[in-house]
């Protein structure tokens, strides 16, 4: 495969130094440390019921359904929530302004610095 010349090629180097793909990466770790964050302890918080608090877990709620089912469930509503969430954080937040790093760099070649040094 052909190497890339120098006057096309962009190290990612220089494509993270930007002020935009400064500002993506903020915006991304602005919204993913923290909803990442709450979900573990929200994760951590079923498992510390679970083991600590199985009176509580085995409350009735109505039937034959408990708080540790109703919980359990509300595991995965949170989950495809997250995840829906994060959908509409990207596409209104995220993809404009990478299409707009895309788009700046789109004429020339990318290189990593490893395909650099080589």
Sequence with gaps: MDSPSETDS???Q???ETPEFQQLRS???GFAFPVTAGFLLWYLLYVLLSSYAPGFMATKVFGHINVALVLGLLQFASTFAIAAWYA???????DPPAADIRERFSGETVVSPREAAE
Aim: aromatic letters at 12%; zero cysteines; hydrophobic letters at 45%.
């Design 10 to 12: 962009v190290p990612i």
């Design 27 to 29: 915006s991304f770790r």
């Design 14 to 16: 220089r494509i993270e």
């Design 88 to 94: 509409r954080f990207a596409d209104r937040r995220l």
